[in-house]
């Protein structure tokens, strides 16, 4: 059974940090961090994740560019 993937999207590294610590202590052991839209344009096309946690308000733009742009390619 493939590992779910998973990219959080924030540019709060404490933020992130917390999140990616619980979901591995629940066992998801594959997340990885971006802290803008364009980081994380870039590792949502590599990671190929099965979910993303996006905050709205980045230091590039807005979140829903993002999640426009992740919409248009699935």
């Known amino acids: 059974m493939e590992r779910p993937r998973i990219l ?7 933020l992130c940090q917390l999140i990616k610590t619980s979901l591995t202590k ?13 980081e994380g344009w ?7 994740p099965n979910l993303v946690i996006l905050d709205v308000m980045l ?6 560019d993002l999640c426009k742009r992740i919409k248009n390619q699935w």
Do not use: H, W
């Open 8 to 14: 959080i999207v924030d540019d709060e590294q404490d």
């Open 26 to 38: 629940e066992g998801f052991s594959e997340v990885n961090l971006a802290g803008t839209i364009e």
């Open 42 to 48: 870039k590792r949502f096309q590599a990671f190929e």
């Open 59 to 64: 230091p590039d733009g807005e979140g829903y």
